[in-house]
């Protein structure tokens, strides 16, 4: 009987850690990834001199509360705007995992993460879905301006979650619905309705910032895991 009882636990939880990614696999993101069609004129625009002006780089760092040695993931980081950064703030003893699912975007990341100084930035080619990051080895998560090319965004935030340690943060930097910058309106994601999905994985919203005048800044905490 007691086997049985084990048995019946470890099968529930396996459905659990199922079903974000399959009886959830509810498509959000309908926004093309053509970034690959002129891709040095993606970077530029990732690297414009005025995006620092509205994405406030170093306040958004400060806002991260990032330790030194602390291992942060850096998802779906485009051209790597904020990789450097990220990779000085958590220091030597610390790693970046970046991930991408375009290689032509990783291979940037890669020359700009060498040139400047930062062997701790780690390389990983993502799927669309699944960012790939190891299990339960993150401290910090951040998710900026990416959701739109994100199709199963449950399946998404489950993997993320995965990848973090107990107690480990997830920030998500994206677009408010009435910002005159970023992709089509129709292929964002409300903040509202990201925060139920994120709080319903076992998060705990910790900071809702508003500095930043075309995204939304939310920072969650994950209280919960998959036993």
């Given at each position: ?18 079903t974000?990614?399959s009886?959830?696999?509810i498509?959000?993101g ?10 040095k ?6 690297f414009d001199?005025g995006?620092?002006g509205?994405?406030?780089?170093d306040?958004?760092?400060?806002a ?18 904020f990789?450097n ?15 991408e ?11 700009r993460s060498?040139?400047g100084g ?13 960012p ?8 910090l998560?951040?998710v ?11 399946c ?6 995965e ?5 480990g943060?997830?920030?998500v930097?994206d677009?408010r619905m009435?910002s ?6 129709d292929?964002r994601?409300?903040?509202?309705g990201?925060k139920?999905?994120i709080?319903g ?6 900071k ?20």
């Open positions: 009987m007691k086997k049985a009882r084990i048995l019946c636990l470890i099968l529930v939880t396996l459905t659990i850690a199922a974000a990614c009886k959830r696999r498509k959000t309908n926004h093309p990834d053509n970034r690959g069609a002129n891709i004129a993606y970077i530029a625009s990732e001199p995006r620092d509205w994405q406030k780089p306040e958004v760092i400060e991260l509360w990032i330790r030194k040695g602390n291992t942060v993931a850096d998802i779906g980081a485009g051209a790597g705007y990789t950064r990220l990779a000085g703030a958590v220091g030597k003893e610390g790693a970046v995992y970046v991930t699912t375009n290689a032509d975007l990783l291979t940037e990341i890669a020359k060498t040139e930062f062997p701790n930035v780690k390389i990983i080619e993502a799927q669309p879905s699944d790939l990051i190891p299990f339960a080895s993150i401290d998560a951040l900026c301006n990416n959701l739109s090319r994100v199709q199963y965004i449950y998404f935030f489950d993997r993320i979650r990848g973090l340690k107990k107690g943060r997830l920030a930097i677009w009435n005159e910058m970023g992709p089509d309106v292929t994601v409300k903040k509202e990201l139920k999905i709080e994985m076992g998060f705990r919203l910790i809702d910032y508003d500095f930043l005048p075309y995204q939304y800044f939310m920072v969650f905490s994950l209280e919960e895991r998959y036993q």
